[in-house]
């Protein structure tokens, strides 16, 4: 068999590289014409050795992966294109369920008020025997009371959520109605803290066990929801140690909740009057007088813009576990009002601590919360109500039996025959000397010549001469309750002038109540639960007295 390759071809050679095949003819081989360049075949035979020689294949194409591409190699782009595109969108997917995350968390956080608690849920749950089921309403139970409290209901079709776009920014927190429910047991009788003019108070706990008192407000649809809101912003920038400060409030339809710290020793009227209780210290009295006085003080004086209380009363004086004063129920009646004049036709405040002055204008201004003030400090100083039914007609009103007595006390220095029987005149006379002055000079009929509360702050302190206090704005005069002013009405209003104008008064109040338009306040003792003589009770007295 011979050994060379077939003819036509190029031999290879193995021991060392050679030059391009086809380009150096084999010294052993004839010369032969010029060859065409070698096709693939040529260029692609395998190298073969003597000791294995076989022949070569009649026809010998070029492997698949050397020529073209394999089939499967578009399928493999398709699926790199898709996996990219499918990361791609995965991505984005991603992307924006995070901004939903995110922007739900805060708007449940600030719904629930979690800026405040942070363990609000978004569907609490009800009393035991109770539970809500999301925003179903809460019907509370009939108590068999008709005297009880009525249960605010959120009205059909009303949400729950109290943050509608008012565009009023709240720096407190916003309770949905359900929390407040949840917290109260419901509105439950055995949580009411009692009744005044506003409404009714319950006493509720937080979910974070912080305790709250928690009012109802008695405005109804008149309100308007962007009213609301910037009123109790208003009153939720108050921040002073004498005053109860405001921890929230809640929208829910027609229904205005607002939420209080709560202050556990009760109220001034309840410790003064209550049945049963032992008498207050001299020491405390001052204590109360001096802390309240500069809490009025503070809202007419010093926050921005300037709040009158418009019903300052015993009732309305809460006392901590110290005995520390602290005003509550700062412009709530602003809430009712219908104008910025302050003047309405409704009777505003407590019967027994209104100014003269308001039978006459039916307004109520800085210097007639100094005239109610007056008349809390004599509540201090004799332990006497405003309105006493169990005393004669003349001096059944405290302003009235107490002037001739002031003003002898004043005069001889001797305060026995106006102090408090149950301090068995256990007083410091200095003391009491200027809180009598005080309490004289703001009860005074005019009411441009009563001080401001800041006077009363510094002269209860003995930082104020009382003398100077005695002759407050007119200078050179110095009488507490002579009549003195530049006009003939200034010279000749008197006791009996005042007397005409408080029966005008009472028979506007009963008007008012008849015609059941009268914003006036009611019983209000112990947080409403023992009757006070210086509301209902005295118009009680005039009814039956006309009859």
Request: glycine letters at 8%.
């Amino acid at each position: 068999m011979s050994l060379l390759p077939p003819q036509g071809t190029v031999p290879i050679p193995i021991p060392t590289p050679s030059p391009p095949l086809g380009v150096s003819p084999s010294p052993t081989s004839p010369p032969s014409p010029p060859l065409d360049p070698p096709s693939p075949v040529v260029l692609l035979f395998p190298p073969h050795t003597p000791e294995n020689v076989t022949p070569p294949a009649p026809e010998v194409t070029p492997p698949p992966a050397a020529v073209k591409s394999p089939p499967g190699s578009s399928s493999s782009t398709t699926f790199v294109a898709l996996g990219v595109g499918i990361g791609i969108g995965g991505a984005i997917v991603l992307v924006c369920v995070g901004i939903f995350v995110i922007w739900y968390k805060r708007k449940k956080r600030k719904r629930l008020g979690m800026d405040e608690f942070g363990c609000a849920s978004s569907q609490p749950q009800g009393p035991k025997g109770d539970p809500f089921r999301g925003p179903q309403q809460i019907i509370p139970p009939s108590t068999g009371n008709s005297h009880g409290p009525p249960k605010p209901t959120p009205p059909p079709g009303i949400s729950s959520n109290p943050h509608p776009k008012t565009g009023v920014a709240f720096t407190k927190t916003t309770f949905t109605y359900e929390e407040l429910a949840l917290a109260t047991e419901n509105f439950s009788g055995a949580n009411l803290l009692g009744q005044g003019g506003f409404g009714y108070v319950h006493k509720g706990v937080l979910c974070d066990g912080k305790v709250v008192a928690i009012k109802q407000l008695k405005i109804g649809s008149g309100q308007g929801e962007r009213e609301f809101q910037a009123e109790v912003e208003t009153i939720s920038r108050v921040n002073h140690k004498h005053l109860v400060s405001l921890v929230g409030h809640c929208m829910s339809g027609i229904q205005r909740l607002l939420v209080y710290e709560y202050v556990s020793n009760r109220t001034l009227e309840f410790h003064l009057h209550g049945k049963g209780r032992p008498p207050v210290s001299w020491a405390t009295r001052m204590k109360i007088a001096l802390g309240s006085a500069k809490g009025l003080a503070y809202l007419h004086e010093d926050c921005q813009p300037k709040i009158i209380h418009r019903d300052i009363k015993s009732s309305n004086i809460l006392l901590d576990e110290n005995f520390e004063a602290k005003v509550a129920d700062f412009g709530l009646a602003r809430l009712y009002s219908e104008t910025d004049t302050h003047v309405s036709t409704r009777v505003m405040g407590t019967f027994g601590y209104l100014a003269p002055e308001y039978a006459l204008t039916g307004k109520l201004t800085y210097k007639s919360d100094v005239f109610s003030f007056g008349v809390v400090l004599l509540e201090l100083i004799t332990g006497r109500r405003p309105i006493d039914r169990s005393q004669n007609y003349l001096d059944d009103n405290i302003i009235d039996w107490a002037r001739p007595l002031l003003t002898q006390a004043l005069e001889d220095n001797n305060f026995d025959s106006v102090a408090d029987p149950k301090l068995q005149k256990d007083y410091n006379s200095i003391e009491m000397a200027r809180m009598v002055t005080c309490a004289s000079v703001c009860v005074r009929h005019l009411a441009r010549r009563r001080p401001r509360m800041s006077q009363i702050v510094l002269a209860l302190k003995g930082n104020l001469p009382l003398e100077e206090l005695k002759e407050g704005i007119q200078p050179g005069h110095s009488g507490v309750y002579d009549s003195y002013g530049s006009s003939d009405y200034d010279a000749s209003y008197d006791t009996a002038h005042y007397k005409e104008d408080l029966i005008k008064f009472r028979k506007m109040a009963l008007e008012s109540i008849d015609h059941n338009t009268s914003e006036y306040s009611g019983p209000t003792s112990d947080f409403g639960r023992q009757p006070s003589g210086s509301s209902s009770e005295g118009l009680s007295n005039i009814q039956q007295r006309q009859q």
